[in-house]
């Protein structure tokens, strides 16, 4: 009985993925670190779970059973491109998606904003019209 009640209780305490760091229809393969069996193929949210369990998983991806077929769980040590495949759900390690959802909320580096200023100053310079444009060109009519 505790080998079941301690699984549950690690899935409810693990952390949230962003919704953007899931794919429904589609799976990553290759660079297989694990093959879980028990509850981590019963759902992608328990393979999300077990995923983040493990500090060397980088993604994971998930298959219902159908038919004979029994359901599955891949822990992928990588990111590699996701896959169309239907029914399938794949998705980011929560431990990845916080960092990539951190980077994107850090204010830019030096050679970020000198970059910026480099774009905002080219902007500047470029020629543009004072004469105001009534139609498109190549548009029927103009």
Do not use: F, K, Y
């Amino acid at each position: 009985m505790m080998a079941l009640i301690l699984p549950l209780l690690l899935l409810i305490a693990a952390p949230a993925v962003p919704a953007g760091a899931i794919m429904i229809d589609h799976e990553r393969r290759g660079g297989v670190i694990e093959r879980p069996d028990g509850l981590a193929v019963v759902s992608a949210n328990a393979c999300a779970a077990v995923c983040g369990l493990r500090e060397d998983c980088m993604t994971w991806s998930w298959r219902p059973a159908a038919g004979e077929r029994a359901g599955s769980c891949a822990l992928l040590g990588a990111v590699r491109p996701a896959l169309p495949s239907p029914g399938s759900v794949t998705g980011l390690s929560p431990a990845l998606a916080a960092r990539i959802e951190a980077a994107g909320e850090r204010a830019p580096n030096a050679r970020e904003r000198a970059a910026l200023e480099a774009l905002d100053a080219s902007d500047a310079r470029r020629p543009r019209s004072t004469q105001p444009r009534d139609r498109e060109p190549g548009l029927a009519g103009g």
